[in-house]
């Protein structure tokens, strides 16, 4: 895994203040033009304000093939019986960051030596990331090829993921990428160990190792030159 020193930034913007910093946490009391996101029991994880009726559930045994699947439109929320792609970008890469953090273990390498190696969860955490995105996708016609994501026995590694990306996507540059991302495109992007997707900023949300600035940072910044992008869905027409 390759390890890089990034330097801080900060951003102007908080959209996160009427939560005190925790959407995850805090939620609207109200109920009314929400999208819900719910756990597996059915129990209320957050209300996102943003016009819609839908409806989505985590689903799945573990977090190898965990993702947030849309089940239906509540409409006596009284918005529109549509998905919001955005709301569902947004909310996962929350998600992720705040839940599929990555630790770091003890293992004995080749040598016989105890060292301590970050243990990642990207691959997973991009899983949801993409099945939940795709399920909303769905829902207006569009999508993608989920195996580019999955095996037969729940999420790949983050270096199968790279490869499948190549072998079915065309590679963008960074400039496309961010403008993709910044029109409420999806975008993923990665190296050979290791995936991620870019927020509506254009900035890279990360699922791996803690870093600055809440696992967020700017992918101007120094990156290994394998590091590739991919557009997957190109946003609202």
Same mark, same amino acid.
């Given at each position: 895994?390759?390890?890089?020193?990034?330097?801080?930034?900060t951003? !102007?913007f908080?959209?996160y %203040?009427?939560?005190l910093n925790?959407p995850l946490?805090?939620t609207?009391?109200t109920?009314?033009l929400?999208?819900?996101?719910?756990d597996?029991e059915g129990?209320?994880?957050?209300?996102?304000d943003?016009g819609s009726?839908a409806v989505?559930?985590?689903t799945g &045994?573990?977090?190898s093939?965990?993702?947030?699947k849309?089940?239906?439109?509540?409409?006596?929320?009284?918005?529109k019986? =549509?998905?919001?792609v955005q709301?569902?970008i947004?909310f996962?890469?929350d998600?992720?960051?705040?839940r599929?953090t990555s &630790?770091?273990v =003890?293992k004995v390498?080749k040598?016989?030596?105890?060292v301590k190696?970050?243990?990642?969860?990207?691959?997973?955490?991009?899983?949801l990331?993409?099945?939940s995105?795709n %399920?909303a996708?769905?829902?207006? *016609? /569009?999508?993608?090829n989920? !195996?580019?994501?999955? *095996? %037969?026995n729940?999420a790949l590694? /983050? %270096?199968d993921?790279a490869?499948?990306?190549?072998? !079915?996507? !065309?590679a963008?540059t960074?400039? =496309?990428?961010?403008?993709a991302?910044k029109?409420g495109?999806f975008v993923?992007?990665?190296?050979s160990s290791?995936?991620?997707?870019l927020?509506? /900023?254009g900035m890279i949300?990360n699922v791996?190792?803690?870093?600055?600035n809440?696992n967020?940072?700017n992918?101007a910044?120094?990156?290994p &030159?394998?590091?590739?992008?991919?557009?997957?869905?190109l946003g609202?027409?």
């Open positions: 895994m390759v390890r890089l020193q990034l330097p801080e930034f951003q !102007s908080n959209r %203040s009427y939560c925790n946490k805090y609207d009391p109920g009314q929400f999208t819900n996101f719910l597996k129990n209320l994880i957050q209300h996102i943003d009726n989505f559930q985590l &045994k573990n977090r093939d965990e993702y947030f849309f089940t239906n439109y509540d409409e006596k929320q009284g918005g019986n =549509e998905v919001n709301t569902v947004d996962t890469q998600y992720t960051r705040e599929y &630790k770091l =003890e390498n040598e016989g030596q105890l190696e970050w243990e990642t969860n990207c691959n997973r955490g991009t899983y990331i993409a099945k995105v %399920s996708l769905e829902q207006i *016609g /569009a999508g993608f989920m !195996s580019t994501f999955e *095996g %037969s729940g590694f /983050a %270096s993921i490869k499948n990306l190549a072998r !079915s996507y !065309s963008v960074l400039f =496309e990428a961010q403008t991302a029109q495109g993923v992007g990665g190296w290791h995936a991620f997707t927020n509506k /900023a949300n791996g190792a803690p870093r600055p809440n967020i940072w992918p910044y120094d990156l &030159k394998s590091t590739m992008f991919y557009i997957l869905y609202p027409k």
